[in-house]
């Protein structure tokens, strides 16, 4: 290293002293031989007979090129001298500048692989490789966005898959250029899964030319049928590009109609779920989801039953009716529809209180619960859930889950506000019991954070508390989920963007990542500039 920065000074220095700097700026010389002309009058050299045809010609600058030539030399030399431990590390693209590496993706790697070392990473496994050892600048997120375009474009299936399927998350804010590929891809039976494939897998950017690929994933799901192998974030990602809630709930129904019971469905369902996309048509597969072996399948599931209100009463009057041993996870699952019931679903009661004294802490504290929002008792079923909070799992073993017992309050028939009070306790006593379980948040806090978010305008009062779990140190995802709810909250009630803002840029500045967080901030300043003044 010091060898290279004293190559590159060293020719800087001698293309400036002996080759660009002029000693004698400012005198008269002959712009041929450069004898000094100060005391000879006219314009033709005494020395070798040039007639400098203008007095401003006399005043020439010297160059001497061949030094700058030499000094330009010595500085390209330093090149190889600073690229040499990344030679050492990564072999013959070491020496290659990063932005033309990524631009030429795949054709260099293959031909470094043919003419150097064997082992030689290839395609996206370099480009994943070179991200790690610093951030793609933006030329060079451009240029591997142009990469990847022309690999998508390329009439080389093979070539298209190997090189760009699980790299799309490099592309960053450049990830608007490889929109018209992916719609031609998609408008082809052959290629169409592949592209939906890719789009899910698109970061999370404002770009007007997303809009443009949601038409034709939606038409494809529809002419499909749904595709059992989709990863559970298109619908997510057809959102963030501006899908209306038709789109979206037409394409979370088609994937959700095609998925097993037994499915991972888990990311599905809570979208669902948190962007009101359940609807009457879905009652069956919403039903089948009950008896998913994952909890959070089987919860989200309820919880968007319980958004329909007595739309999914049949689904759950005949659970009630037919299931003599349920188990936890039902219970605590059929607990929410029936309390959004309420008064319609005492015929529920008998089944509920014949629980409430079961072994299982989940199972009575959830059928315990529900039969005192149902009965209308509403400051005894608040107490009894503040309880359940306060007394959780982890120090008494006869209490139920915290994590499970949280998204109840939503659905129980007591007031607003309380619910509100309710949750943001349950979220700072979850934060300071727990601390940081998963990826530095606990599900108690990230289901906590959706319910706020679910009351929209009515949770304006938890706006500081949420405000307050920005800080240095948690996940980028926990901090878009944080804006995603006080998006919602600001969409129906008013409040101050500043300090959020101010939040997040106190989190910059020590965050590793900023995956869809400028882009949540800016969803929730549009809706600051839609709503309330």
């Known amino acids: 290293m010091i060898a290279g920065w004293g190559l590159l000074i060293g020719g800087v220095l001698v293309a ?28 033709q050299c005494p020395e070798c007979g040039r007639d400098a045809k203008g007095e401003r010609r006399l005043f020439r600058r010297r160059r001497k090129w061949r030094w700058v030539g030499a000094g330009l030399l010595l500085g390209l030399a330093s090149y190889p001298v600073f690229k040499w431990p990344l030679y050492q590390k990564d072999g013959l693209i070491g020496f290659v500048p990063r932005a033309v590496t990524l631009a030429l993706l795949p054709e260099i790697s293959e031909l470094i692989r043919e003419h150097g070392p064997r082992g ?72 169409a899964a592949y592209a939906a494939d890719f789009a899910s897998s698109l970061p999370r950017v404002r770009d007007e030319r997303f809009a443009r690929l949601i038409a034709p994933i939606r038409a494809f799901v529809e002419r499909t049928g749904g595709h059992p192998g989709f990863p559970g974030n298109l619908e997510e990602r057809m959102r963030w590009w501006g ?30 779920w948190l962007f009101d996309c359940a609807s009457p048509e879905s009652l069956c597969d919403l039903e089948k989801q ?59 009661l008998g089944w509920l209180d014949g629980l409430s004294n079961h072994r299982n802490p989940l199972i009575a504290s959830s059928a315990f619960l529900a039969a005192l929002s149902i009965r209308g008792e509403a400051d ?6 503040i309880a359940c909070i306060e007394n959780d799992s982890a120090t008494n073993p006869d209490a139920p889950p915290h994590q499970w017992m949280t998204p109840l309050i939503l659905y129980a028939d007591v007031p607003t506000d309380w619910k509100v009070e309710g949750l943001v306790l349950a979220i700072e006593r979850d934060r300071k019991q727990y601390g ?26 938890s706006v500081p508390a949420l405000v307050n779990l920005i800080e240095p140190g948690i996940p980028d995802f926990f901090v878009c989920r944080i804006l995603d709810a006080l998006t919602k909250i600001r969409g129906g009630a008013n409040f101050d963007i500043d300090p959020v803002e101010e939040a997040v840029a106190r989190w910059s500045l020590t965050a590793t990542g900023r995956d869809g967080v400028d882009a949540a901030m800016a969803d929730l300043k549009d809706a600051a500039a839609r709503s309330l003044p």
């Open 16 to 43: 400036w002293r002996f080759g660009w700097r002029d000693a004698g700026k400012g005198t008269r010389r002959c712009p041929k031989c450069w004898y000094d002309m100060s005391a000879t009058a006219g314009l």
């Open 120 to 191: 030689a990473p290839s395609g996206n496994i370099l480009a994943l490789k070179l991200s790690q050892a610093q951030s793609f600048n933006l030329m060079e997120r451009y240029a591997y966005a142009r990469a990847v375009r022309r690999a998508l474009a390329s009439s080389d299936s093979s070539k298209r898959k190997a090189e760009s399927l699980w790299s799309a998350s490099l592309l960053g804010d450049q990830a608007g250029e490889v929109v018209d590929p992916l719609i031609v891809l998609l408008s082809s039976k052959s290629s």
């Open 243 to 272: 899908a209306s809630r038709e789109d979206c709930r037409a394409v979370t129904a088609s994937i959700l109609r095609a998925s097993k019971p037994t499915g991972n469905v888990d990311h599905l369902l809570e979208f669902i």
């Open 290 to 348: 009950l008896s998913n072996p994952s909890m959070h399948a089987s919860m989200f599931a309820a919880m968007c039953l319980a958004d329909l209100g007595l739309a999914g009463a049949p689904a759950i009057d005949e659970i009630v009716a037919e299931t003599k041993k349920p188990s936890s996870s039902l219970v605590n699952a059929v607990a929410m529809p029936l309390m959004a019931m309420g008064g319609s679903a005492r015929n529920s």
């Open 380 to 385: 005894a079923a608040y107490a009894y859930w």
């Open 436 to 461: 940081k379980v998963i990826g530095g948040v606990s599900g108690g806090e990230l289901i906590g954070v959706d319910c706020l978010g679910k009351l929209c305008g009515d949770a304006v009062a």
